[in-house]
């Protein structure tokens, strides 16, 4: 069975500095592995989808990479603002079904 | 274009009561998906809809979760008997095709008394 992991649970940075958030999966037969945003009491926003084919993929001041052969993935935000602050989740989705799994997220706070 | 919607945003219902949630996907989206999301966890697959037909219903926790998608458009989600571990977020996403990239809707508060 599917395990997302994301680490760290909660991160508070100052305003301006780039940061990375990390997501492990344990089962490397991935279709695709997707980063959202949630904003409290919001559903979520799609950031970036990276097929199981791609190494990364860029929209802005986000880069999200992906390492399958490792189980890895990670979100890298520049310049962060604090708009920014949201809570961040990995998805993961097999290859042979549509149980798309979900890590618990990471909770970034960026201050003003 | 307009997004996933889901209705109603909130739901409070007493233990043992019946509900129904209902989405609304992005139009031309064959896929839906819904999930369940409890207070400080990721969202958790429930079912997933292409067109017409249940083609994955592995996540649903019981018989008393039941999904329709009559039309292979809107889609109800049902929920006899109502009790408490069901209070959660109830989220619903459509895509393009089934392995395509997925938007969610705002999710609909459950909270069961």
């Known amino acids: 069975k599917q395990e997302v992991t994301q680490i760290p649970a909660a991160l508070s940075v100052p305003e301006g500095e780039n940061l990375v958030l990390n997501c492990s999966f344990t089962d490397s037969a991935i279709y695709n592995l997707q980063w959202f945003r949630q904003d409290p009491g919001k559903g979520l926003t799609s950031l970036l989808l990276?097929?199981?084919?791609?190494r990364e993929q860029t929209s802005g001041r986000l880069n999200a990479s992906l390492d399958k052969s490792s189980g890895r993935s990670t979100l890298y935000i520049a310049a962060s603002q604090p708009g920014d602050s949201a809570t961040y989740l990995c998805?993961?989705?097999?290859?042979?079904?549509?149980?798309?799994?979900f890590g618990a997220g990471t909770r970034l706070t960026v201050k003003p | 274009g307009a997004g996933v919607s889901q209705t109603p945003s909130n739901k409070v219902t007493e233990k043992g009561k019946y509900v129904e949630l209902r989405c609304d996907p992005i139009?031309?989206?064959?896929?839906l998906y819904w999930y369940r999301q409890s207070l400080g966890q990721g969202p958790e697959f429930l079912i997933y809809?292409?067109?017409?037909?249940?083609?994955?219903d592995s996540g649903l926790p019981n018989d008393r979760f039941f999904a329709v998608r009559p039309e292979g458009s809107v889609s109800t989600l049902k929920i006899q008997r109502t009790e408490r571990g069901d209070s959660a977020v109830y989220l619903c996403?459509?895509?393009?095709?089934?392995?395509?990239?997925?938007?969610f809707g705002p999710g609909t508060r459950l909270t069961v008394l």
């Open positions: 998805a993961v989705s097999p290859v042979n079904n549509n149980d798309m799994r």
């Open positions: 139009s031309g989206h064959t896929a």
């Open positions: 809809f292409q067109g017409t037909g249940a083609a994955d």
């Open positions: 996403a459509s895509s393009l095709v089934g392995d395509n990239e997925q938007f």
């Open positions: 990276i097929q199981s084919s791609q």
